[in-house]
Nanobody, 126 residues
Framework: VQLQASGGGLVQAGGSLRLSCADS????????MGWFRQAPGKEREFVAA????????YYADSVKGRFTISRDNVKNTVDLQMNSLRPEDTAVYSC????????????????????WGQGTQVTVSS
């Protein structure tokens, strides 16, 4: 699994960004996927997760209703659509892949993810 995230940038508060994470591996559909973020001086924080078959999705309370996670098991990508962005959303966002035993499991703990992509910076100005 090799994950490559893209789509970060600078946006004004209230704006939108779409992050994408591509996997160059061949068994992308075998993994639950997640997005995490880390702001300067803070610990890594769970943002959103999606199960292998997209049947389960889970969001942090802080982004619920504003962010949407989706995946395409043909293109081997997982996206994070971020709307109504706030300055407190500023962070480095990383995608991660975790092995799961079933198609509906999702994880919020970083320790459940074995593979991580490099981060992409999201900066929201006020």
């Amino acid at each position: 699994v090799q994950l490559q995230a893209s789509g970060g940038g600078l946006v004004q508060a209230g704006g939108s960004l779409r992050l994408s994470c591509a996997d160059s591996g061949r068994i992308f559909s075998s993994y639950a996927m997640g997005w995490f973020r880390q702001a300067p001086g803070k610990e890594r924080e769970f943002v959103a997760a999606i199960s292998r078959n997209s049947g389960s999705k889970y969001y942090a309370d802080s982004v619920k209703g504003r962010f949407t996670i989706s995946r395409d098991n043909v293109k081997n990508t997982v996206d994070l659509q971020m709307n109504s962005l706030r300055p407190e959303d500023t962070a480095v966002y990383s995608c991660a892949a975790g092995t799961v035993s079933n198609t509906i499991a999702v994880y919020t703990a970083p320790t459940r993810y074995q593979y991580w992509g490099q981060g992409t910076q999201v900066t929201v100005s006020s």
